[in-house]
C-alpha cells in the first residue's frame, strides 16, 4: 500500500472520529454544595458550540435525574447543552415505598427549597461553565419537576418553560401560590404544556387542566395532549413526543 493510499485513509478515519465526536459532548457527572449545605449530585452535557441554549431537566416525585434516561443525550445531539440534575430528597423518596407513599412524603417537605436552593445550585454552577449564555436557558420539569420548572422560571426568568404533567391550582401547598398567578408572573416567554389524555396527575384532571393554563398564560404557549394515559417523563419515552418537544425546543430558541 503506497502512502498517498495510507495518508488518505488516516485523513478519512480522523474525519470520521471528528464527526463523531462533535454529535455529542462527553458528559460529566458532579457534586454540589447548596446554599444550605446539602450535596446534589448533577449530570452535564456542554452545549455543542458556545452561547448555546441549556436545557435544565427537573425531575419527579422521586427525584432522581437517572428517570430521564437517554433523553439528555438526545437533547445534546440537537445542539443543546443539558444539565439533568437530582433534587434534595431523592435519598428520603427512595426509603418511603410505593408510589402514593413517595407522594405523601414529598407532600410533607419543604418544596420551596427544590426552588431557592436546588435549582439556585444549578444556575450558579451554570455561570461557571464555558459557553453557557444564562439568557437562554429552557427548565424541562416532569411532574413535581414541572412545578419546580414554573416557580423557578419566574424566579430566574427563564427564556422558555416545558412543563409536562402539570395539575391542580396550587404549585406545591396551599399558600404556596398559584399556578395561575405564577403564569401571569412569567410573562410572554413561550411555555409549552405537556400531557396525556389520561393522565393521573390531580386525580386523572391533568388534561383538562392544563386546557386551563394555556389559556391563562400570556406569552406564546402550546399545548400537547397525547394519546393514553402516560405521566411525566414516561411520556418522553414515546418518540413522537420526544421528538415534537426538540423541535419545538428548536422553534422557540
Given at each position: ?97 410505593n408510589i402514593a407513599q413517595q ?31 444564562l439568557k437562554r436557558v429552557c ?69 383538562q387542566d392544563n386546557k386551563l ?41
Amino acid at each position: 500500500m503506497n502512502l498517498k493510499i495510507i495518508l488518505s485513509m488516516g485523513l478519512l478515519l480522523l474525519t470520521i472520529t471528528v464527526g463523531c465526536a462533535t454529535s455529542q459532548t462527553a458528559q460529566r457527572s458532579v457534586s454540589v454544595v447548596t446554599g444550605d449545605q446539602i450535596k446534589l449530585d448533577f449530570d452535564y452535557l456542554p452545549p455543542l458550540l458556545p452561547k448555546s441554549p441549556t436545557v435544565i431537566l427537573l425531575p419527579d416525585t422521586r427525584c432522581d435525574r437517572k428517570n430521564f434516561g437517554s433523553f439528555s443525550a438526545r437533547l445534546n445531539e440537537a445542539g443543546f447543552g443539558v444539565l439533568a440534575m437530582d433534587f434534595r430528597y431523592k435519598d428520603l423518596i427512595a426509603r418511603a415505598g410505593n408510589i402514593a407513599q413517595q407522594i405523601q412524603t414529598i407532600q410533607r417537605q419543604n418544596l420551596d427549597l427544590l426552588v431557592d436552593q436546588d435549582v439556585k445550585s444549578a444556575i450558579d454552577f451554570l455561570s461557571q461553565q464555558s459557553g453557557v449564555d444564562l439568557k437562554r436557558v429552557c427548565a424541562i420539569g416532569t411532574s413535581l419537576g414541572s412545578r419546580v420548572a414554573l416557580k423557578s422560571g419566574v424566579k430566574y426568568r427563564f427564556k422558555a418553560l416545558v412543563l409536562i404533567s402539570l395539575s391542580g391550582k396550587e404549585v406545591f401547598a396551599a399558600g404556596s401560590g398559584s399556578i395561575q398567578q405564577l403564569l401571569s408572573e412569567y410573562g410572554d416567554k413561550p411555555i409549552l404544556f405537556m400531557t396525556s389524555e389520561k393522565d393521573w396527575g390531580n386525580n386523572y384532571r391533568a388534561a383538562q387542566d392544563n386546557k386551563l393554563y394555556i389559556n391563562r398564560a400570556k406569552g406564546k404557549s402550546d399545548l400537547k395532549i397525547w394519546p393514553g394515559s402516560r405521566h411525566g417523563v414516561d411520556i418522553l419515552k414515546h418518540s413522537e413526543a420526544s421528538q415534537f418537544l426538540l423541535s419545538w425546543l428548536r422553534k422557540n430558541f
